[in-house]
């Protein structure tokens, strides 16, 4: 198990940017594979992107934001871009151990953190 704590979060305007953190603490965290989700008011969580050896991305947020992984920090960060008053919810990172192919599905995942609420106002 590892422990998954966000950060980063805020105010943003539309076209701006934020970079979310995520930083673990327990067993090492480059073993694991690690998603960020989302979850707008009245919605439900959805994939945003994940990264294994390799990243992957909802359409929605493709070429805007960007995942990445720092091993030594034992953090993930999401650098969103141009962003849009459509990005506004919490937003939870979540790990699952192994490194195999990238999962989408929030029942692939058992390590999640609090969430950070990020919102864009047009």
């Known amino acids: 198990q590892v422990q998954l704590v966000e950060s980063g979060g805020g105010l943003a305007q539309a076209g701006g940017s934020l970079r979310l953190s995520c930083a673990a603490s327990?067993?090492?965290?480059?073993?694991?594979?690690v998603g960020w989700f989302r979850q707008a008011p009245g919605k439900e969580r959805e994939f945003v992107a994940a990264?294994?050896?390799?990243?992957a991305y909802a359409d929605s947020v493709k070429g805007r934001f960007t995942i990445s992984r720092d091993t030594a920090k034992n953090t993930v960060y999401l650098q969103m871009n141009s962003l849009k008053p459509e990005d506004t919810a919490v937003y939870y990172c979540?790990?699952?151990?192994?490194?195999?192919?990238?999962?989408?599905?929030?029942?692939?995942?058992?390590?999640w953190g609090q969430g950070t609420q990020v919102t864009v106002s047009s």
């Open positions: 979540a790990a699952r151990s192994g490194s195999g192919a990238v999962q989408t599905s929030m029942m692939e995942y058992d390590n």
């Open positions: 327990g067993r090492t965290f480059s073993r694991y594979a």
């Open positions: 990264i294994t050896w390799y990243t």
